[in-house]
């Protein structure tokens, strides 16, 4: 399997939906959806530099991220698969899905703006550590978790850091993906407000979603996403 799933994905799977996490975050991201979405099996996708691959080096750029998670989850692209990715998530999912040739059947889009605006809020490379820690404090008592351990907390920051970093580096040029795309909105979301996902349109067909709920909303995959992804998945 190597390191870029959590768990080997089913034999007997029907479909594969592989979920790409946000900026700073790992394939814990998705600790609270189901294992499976109709008959969709959802696939985690773990990154370098954070959680079980705390040891790696993170990437600083989103060409060597593609060419390495292309190759890396090419074993099981054999049956019909998607990718999720929710705002940096999004641009990684994109970046992977534009290598292949063997194109997903789509991909959903969570709360990003579109690859060539290259950003990454409501963070910035000039946040200080401090800054950053603050904000992940402050993310951390949103989601009603305990106050981070200052070590955990050190390591956080870095990890955000350098994704960041990465998003703000990242601007390609607008061009079709050849595969359908779904574009999912967060009617209260403050980060990346739904009305400014329509760039999407440059990229494709997109099918375009505004639900309930805000930015962190995702984490839970409340019905509505979960609909969402199974009848999108299907057409």
């Known amino acids: 399997m190597g390191r870029w799933l959590l768990l080997e994905p089913d034999a007997d799977a029907a479909k594969r939906l592989f979920c790409f996490p946000f900026a700073g975050a790992g394939a814990s991201t ?16 773990q990154l370098p530099g954070r959680e079980n691959r705390m040891r790696e080096p993170a990437y600083t750029g ?9 190759r890396a989850l090419a074993p099981y692209l054999d049956r019909p698969f998607a990718f999720f990715g929710h705002c940096m998530g999004a641009l990684l999912a994109h970046a992977v899905a534009d290598r292949l040739d063997h194109k997903p059947q789509r991909l959903f889009v969570s709360s990003s703006y579109v690859p060539y605006l290259g ?12 800054h950053l820690a603050e904000e992940l404090r402050a993310i951390t008592k949103r989601l009603g978790g305990p106050e981070p351990l200052p070590e955990l907390l050190e390591l956080s920051v870095m990890v955000l850091r350098k994704d960041i970093e990465m998003c703000f ?3 390609p040029p607008a061009r079709p993906l050849k595969c359908p795309i779904t574009t999912i909105g967060w009617a209260d979301d403050t980060i990346v407000p739904a009305g400014d996902m329509g760039e999407w349109t440059e990229y494709g067909d997109v099918t375009q979603h505004v639900l309930k709920g805000d930015f962190f909303d ?10 969402v992804i199974a009848r999108d998945f299907k057409e």
């Open 218 to 227: 995702f984490l839970s995959a409340p019905a509505e996403l979960r609909d």
């Open 62 to 70: 989103f060409d060597a991220f593609a060419d390495d998670a292309a």
């Open 30 to 45: 998705f600790r609270d959806w189901p294992g499976r979405i109709g008959d969709v099996e959802v696939c985690p996708v």
């Open 169 to 171: 580096e990242h601007a």
């Open 119 to 130: 950003v990454s809020k409501p963070f910035h490379p000039d946040m200080s550590d401090e």
